[in-house]
């Protein structure tokens, strides 16, 4: 079976827009930016043999603050720059209680059916709570990347990375 490493968008992959200390997703993909360093730690994580899978909260869309289309093209702006395989998105809101939306880990689960991943072998690498607790739902070691913006549902990770680029030095170097 394969080991893959699960990527939050916002705050991870891409520069998140904070907001009185909340992290809020780009509305316009004029303000989609890609952090420094990541198209060479998701080169690294690749090179290190790992499935990359972008998993993402996108409520907005549920609640007609963005449209889907702008998001899809934030989307094949990651696809065509990074050596990502998959990226799963789940558009509902909370009041949805769908099954794909983080904290719950359907997106994970879904993705290791499709790509026969050993989720025990894998890594799910976020900036919430809602991500560290998709990632141990799934059975995945998890990585915080920041201080998950003081949120008072944070749960302790596995570890805790500065940025993506810190978590890949800690997944290939060290494997946690």
Known sequence: MNRAVFLDRDGVINRA???AGRPYSPSLL???EL?????EAIRRLRVSRFTVIVVTNQPDVAKGLVRREVVEAM???MLRALAIDEI???YHDDKDNCECRKPKPGMLLDAAEKWSLNLSMSYMVGDRWRDIEAGR???CKTILVGDGYGEQQARDPDAVAASLCEAVQLIVT???
């Open 174 to 176: 060290l494997e946690l």
């Open 30 to 32: 004029e303000e989609f």
């Open 88 to 90: 799963k998105a789940c």
């Open 17 to 19: 827009i904070v907001r």
């Open 35 to 39: 952090l420094p360093g990541v198209d």
């Open 137 to 139: 739902a799934a059975g």
């Open 75 to 77: 989307h094949e702006k």
